[in-house]
């Protein structure tokens, strides 16, 4: 095959596997009811000056299903984590009692559960899009693409495309699961 059809090819499933790793990040960020230390990974901490993930600055973990905690490294950090989780605008209220931080986390009524269902398809879709996007880019390179005969460019196209259904399929898989958990109490 052709250096440049395989590097559109090569190129193509890169962006669509981060399409896919994007929304699997994205799901991890809607809370399924039960308290996960994920639930917190998109809480910044100004440390010292600098935005440094939570991760960083203390250790979050969940004694039970209903209870997250987060353990600073350093007692004077305490004030800006609790500052850094009510920025994150996760719905959460965190309790500080001194040494460590608790964050109860609420069952979640059937509306809510609903809600967050859509926004775990629109979390989809919007992969859809970039996967669906990355093809549309391939087969514009396929075409353009000068020392490739038309045998070739069909070929490519081909393959595009089974790498788009393939996406697609693990996409909708990836939904599914995530709109099983969200819906289960």
């Known amino acids: 095959m052709n250096e440049d059809i395989q ?18 990040k994205q799901l991890l960020n809607i809370r399924a009811g039960k308290a996960s230390p994920s639930m917190l990974g998109s809480v ?8 440094t993930p939570l991760g960083q600055v203390a250790n979050v973990s969940t004694p039970d299903g209903r209870t997250i905690t987060v353990q600073p490294w350093e007692k004077n950090m305490l004030q800006e984590i609790e500052r850094g989780i009510m920025l994150a605008n996760l719905g959460f209220n965190p309790m500080n009692n001194g040494d460590l931080i608790i964050i109860n986390v ?10 967050l ?14 996967v669906r996007s990355a093809r549309k ?10 020392d490739a005969s038309e045998d070739i460019k ?10 788009t259904d393939a996406h697609v399929k693990k996409i909708d898989y990836t939904l599914a699961l995530k709109e099983k958990e969200i819906m289960t109490v």
């Open 7 to 24: 590097f559109i090819l090569d190129s193509t499933k890169e962006a669509m596997d981060n399409a896919q790793k994007h929304l699997e």
């Open 44 to 51: 910044m901490v100004d440390y010292y000056g600098s935005q």
């Open 106 to 115: 609420p069952a979640l009524t059937e509306e809510r559960r609903r809600d």
């Open 117 to 130: 269902a859509k926004q775990a398809k629109a979390e989809a879709e919007h992969a859809k899009v970039g």
């Open 137 to 146: 880019d391939a087969n514009n390179d396929i075409k353009k693409s000068e």
């Open 154 to 163: 069909k070929n490519a196209e081909i393959d595009v495309q089974q790498m």
